[in-house]
């Protein structure tokens, strides 16, 4: 073999090493995983969640129902089976599950079947949705121990199924409460979701 064969071929290694070394992998994993809870509202559900470390997104949104990229007016008629949820996407390594579930119960009421608060209607019922099934499981662990503490003062009404299609709401509900933080402050007082989880929890909503 020539020198300059020879040279040819070292640079060519050369620069198929440097491509392997700065190529990012074209299937990196996602550790991230999903949670999805419906609890009245979901204006009020976005801030206990986004405060939590570990926690990447929130997202409102509809699930359950039959119509297909349902609008919040549809839902809110109750007409299409939907319920205001909301989509948590977090990194298991920094929170659990589990701690997910004990935010979402201290954040609802979780005896009232007909609504939440002063939202009536099944397109504010609360409800788990899972999306695995260790998160079935987990979710219907922590119903029994809430059940069988007799902290509240009825059975717990809030259904666990299997995760459907989710939709996100329009744009003007996202992060409804840091764009209008005065109506949101205002509706979430009147509507009375302060005072009863302050009866029911003996903490006030802030504070969760």
């Keep these: 073999m020539s020198d300059r ?12 090493a440097l491509c392997c070394a700065i190529t990012p992998p074209l299937h990196a994993e996602d550790k991230t995983q999903q949670a999805i809870f419906a609890g009245g509202c979901f204006w009020c559900m976005e801030p206990p969640f986004d405060a939590l470390e570990g926690v990447i997104s929130t997202t409102s949104g ?15 008629s109750g007409t299409t089976g939907h319920t205001e949820a909301l989509k948590i996407i977090y990194d298991p390594e920094k929170i659990t599950y589990e701690k997910l579930l004990a935010t979402f119960w201290e954040n609802i009421d979780p005896v009232d079947l007909g609504g939440q608060f002063c939202d009536r209607g099944s397109q504010y019922r609360s409800e788990i949705f899972y999306s695995s099934d260790q998160q079935r499981d987990l979710a219907k662990k922590s119903k029994q121990q809430l059940d069988a503490s007799d902290v509240l003062p009825a059975p717990v009404q809030t259904a666990v199924s299997a995760a459907s299609a989710f939709y996100p ?8 409460y840091q764009k209008n ?4 402050k205002f509706y979430s007082w009147n509507c009375g979701r302060k005072q009863r989880l302050l009866l029911l929890w003996g903490k006030p909503y802030d504070q969760h």
């Design 62 to 76: 509809y699930i359950g129902g039959t119509v297909a990229e349902p609008t919040y007016k549809q839902v809110s």
């Design 169 to 176: 709401a329009e744009d003007y509900h996202q992060n409804y």
């Design 5 to 16: 064969l020879q040279q040819t071929l070292a640079r060519i290694f050369v620069i198929l």
């Design 181 to 184: 933080p005065k109506r949101y």
